[in-house]
């Protein structure tokens, strides 16, 4: 399996057929996939079905999507996995970001890592009063990088829906000699703003230590 999208729904709220199911089509429809294996991981309370699809069951409310990425990732096939949500869509560029990761740029790298932009203008938010580091939005990274040095997580379990990818992207900084590649030629496309902000003080607070407890001499992910 080359590449596993991990896609994750709260069918509570979300209609599927107005979400997660027009993902998948879209998905589907990409022509630049067409050489690649792929399967496309549903993490979900309702069951989803679909071409390429794996359903994997939310028995458990998971409260947030950092875990649903977590529990993807643990049962995903593919050699690189694609942050994926219920309300963006990719573009047929999408490929170039798997051949820059299979080129010799990325041949010696500890960490095969890259992050796609989006077309709503939105740049990386970084809070005030830390040093500047790469937010890592919307990454796609190898297994091998999230088994040998993320302790087989995709995000920190601590966080629940944002902060993450800060977190990510100033791990990274702050422990690799490595730079963070964002890539523009090919972007996500995001629909509706129909992102969770329930938990936004929780999860600055989970930020906060982990970047107190880096500072401290920590250098692991989780």
Not at 19 to 39: G, H, M, Q, T, W
Not at 176 to 192: A, L, R
């Amino acid at each position: 399996m080359d590449i596993s999208f991990l896609l994750p729904s709260n069918t509570k709220d979300r209609d599927p057929k107005d979400f997660v199911l027009k993902s998948i089509e879209a998905i589907n429809n990409l022509k630049c996939l067409d050489r690649f294996e792929y399967e496309i991981c549903v993490f979900s309370q309702d069951k989803i079905e679909g071409d390429n699809v794996r359903w994997l069951e939310e028995e458990t409310f998971a409260d947030g999507c950092a875990t649903s990425y977590n529990e993807l990732a643990k049962f995903a096939k593919g050699k690189y996995f694609i942050q994926s949500g219920d309300d963006y869509y990719f573009d047929e560029n999408l490929s170039t970001a798997i051949d820059l990761l299979e080129s010799d740029i990325y041949k010696d790298r500890q960490l095969k890592l890259l992050v796609l932009g989006t077309d709503n203008g939105l740049g990386s938010f970084m809070p005030r009063g830390y040093p500047k580091y790469a937010v890592c939005r919307y990454p796609i990274i190898a297994r091998e990088t999230i088994m040998q040095h993320m302790n087989g997580h995709m995000f920190h379990p601590s966080f629940k829906n944002h902060y993450a990818d800060n977190w990510l992207g100033y791990w990274v900084t702050t422990c690799f000699d490595e730079t963070i590649v964002e890539v523009w030629n090919t972007v996500i496309h995001i629909g509706p703003p129909t992102s969770y902000n329930t938990h936004n003080d929780h999860d600055f607070g989970v930020f906060r230590q982990l970047v107190e407890k880096r500072h401290q001499g920590y250098t692991g992910y989780v």
